[in-house]
Nanobody, 133 residues
Framework: DVQLQAFGGGLVHAGGSLTLSCAASGFASDNYAIGWFRQAPGKEREGVSCISVSDGIIYYADSVKGRFTISSDNAKNTVYLQMNSLQPEDTAVYYC??????????????????????????WGRGTLVTVSS
């Protein structure tokens, strides 16, 4: 079974930075995709960024483009989300999700906002990011 562990959240002042990590296990190869999603109180879950682990294709939501960077360390089966210039509106529980490479287009659609009800094979527990003003 695929398992995901997300960690790295915390409390940061506006303008600060955090790096989230999503450690994946159970994949037989690199043919999978990882996406970061977030859910703020009272709001729907939204896509933040995703990466195709095998070929490095990346997408970002407009709201985080230029501030967040997703990357993958395939040797460690870990995907990172470097978040800079954090703002109070970035406050949310952040989740990582994984699915097969054949579902990367769906993950892209979720990140770009075309799919507001993302469904993927595996989800990690969320990690809370709180940005104070």
């Amino acid at each position: 079974d695929v398992q995901l562990q997300a960690f790295g959240g915390g409390l940061v002042h506006a303008g600060g930075s955090l790096t989230l990590s999503c450690a994946a296990s159970g994949f037989a190869s690199d043919n999978y995709a990882i996406g970061w999603f977030r859910q703020a109180p009272g709001k729907e879950r939204e896509g933040v960024s995703c990466i195709s682990v095998s070929d490095g294709i990346i997408y970002y939501a407009d709201s985080v483009k230029g501030r967040f960077t997703i990357s993958s360390d395939n040797a460690k089966n870990t995907v990172y989300l470097q978040m800079n210039s954090l703002q109070p509106e970035d406050t949310a529980v952040y989740y990582c999700a994984a699915d097969g490479q054949n579902r990367f287009a769906s993950m892209m659609a979720a990140v770009l906002g075309y799919d507001t009800t993302p469904h993927f094979a595996s989800w990690g527990r969320g990690t809370l990011v709180t940005v104070s003003s």
